[in-house]
């Protein structure tokens, strides 16, 4: 459930959108200069939420991406 959201702007040119999801708040930039283009980006979060397809953005190490990289070699 997403109980509110923004499009915002937070210093710089670039546009961000703000949702919380079961009560968490979540910041994703749109990555464009552009309010049409978060606003858009803000309503396929908002689909994707009442649909249950909605994964947010994790921040991953670059130590993970190795390690994973390294891993999915050795398998091969």
Do not use: H
């Not at 959201?5 to 670039?14: F, K, M």
């Not at 980006?41 to 190795?66: C, F, M, S």
């Amino acid at each position: 459930m997403c109980r509110s959201r923004s499009v915002y702007q937070n210093g710089c040119a670039v546009w961000w959108v703000e949702s919380y999801v079961r009560g968490i708040a979540r910041r994703e930039s749109s990555l464009s200069t552009d309010r049409k283009v978060a606003e858009k980006l803000l309503r396929r979060i908002l689909a994707e939420v009442e649909t249950k397809t909605y994964l947010p953005r994790t921040n991953v190490k670059v130590d993970e991406l190795i390690a994973d990289l390294f891993a999915e070699y050795r398998q091969q």
